[in-house]
C-alpha cells in the first residue's frame, strides 16, 4: 500500500490538472481502502486528517504495519 501510495504522490505533483484530478481520486479511494481495512483501531478523525495530508498517511500506514507486526 506505502508504494502505491508513492506513485500516486508523484502523480499529484504533475502539471496537468487532469492528472492530478485522477491522482487525488485515486488517492482518496486508497485512503478509503486503508481505514475501511483497519477501522477498528483507527479513529475516523484519523481518517479525516490523511485525506488532506499524505504525510500524515504514511505515517498511519507505518504504524498499522508495525500493528500488524505485533499481532503474529
Known amino acids: 500500500m506505502k508504494q502505491e501510495a508513492i506513485g500516486i504522490y508523484n502523480r499529484l505533483q504533475s502539471s496537468d490538472p487532469e492528472e492530478v484530478k485522477a491522482a487525488m481520486g485515486e488517492y482518496l479511494n486508497l485512503v478509503g481502502r486503508f481505514y475501511e481495512d483497519n477501522k477498528y483501531y483507527l479513529a475516523p478523525q484519523q481518517y479525516e486528517v490523511a485525506k488532506k495530508d ?19
Open 54 to 72: 499524505f504525510e500524515y498517511f504514511m505515517r498511519l500506514i507505518d504504524l498499522a504495519e508495525e500493528h500488524h507486526r505485533g499481532e503474529t
